[in-house]
């Protein structure tokens, strides 16, 4: 059974950077479309960013659209998140999730589809 580890997170100043990992083991992630989550204090968790199989297709939240990039190196078992330009209210604890429909759009909307969950790594931006 897949199993997925974030690491990467922790506390930086607004307008820093980021790299949020996400290894995988027990079974090759690249069979797998991998997606970004993060819960705010009171919030709903939401979809960040996602990313096919091939790494050749992927989805961003608005709010995330040119500072976040999400990556994938099969060799190593592991997606990334770098996260750049950071502000507060990217504070949260994100979460990978690994999936095996077809990939589309809905993966970024909707946490059915995945199969497989991280237990998550908090980000706190504050200066």
């Known amino acids: 059974q897949l199993q997925l580890v974030e690491s990467g997170g922790g506390l930086v100043q607004p307008g820093g950077s980021l790299r949020l990992s996400c290894a995988a083991s027990?079974?090759?992630?690249?069979?797998?479309?991998v997606g970004w989550f993060r819960q705010a204090p009171g919030k709903e968790r939401e979809g960040v960013a996602t990313?096919?199989?091939?790494?050749?297709?992927?989805h961003y939240v608005d709010s995330v659209k040119g500072r976040f990039t999400i990556s994938r190196d099969d060799a190593k078992n592991t997606v990334y998140l770098q996260m750049n330009s950071l502000k507060p209210e990217d504070t949260a604890v994100y979460y990978c999730?690994?999936?095996?429909?077809?990939?589309?759009?809905?993966?970024?909307?909707?946490?059915?589809?995945?199969?497989?969950w991280g237990q998550g790594t908090q980000v706190t931006v504050s200066s």
């Open positions: 999730a690994a999936g095996q429909g077809a990939y589309s759009g809905d993966f970024l909307r909707h946490e059915g589809l995945y199969d497989y």
């Open positions: 027990a079974s090759p992630l690249d069979i797998y479309v």
């Open positions: 990313i096919s199989r091939t790494g050749l297709s992927k």
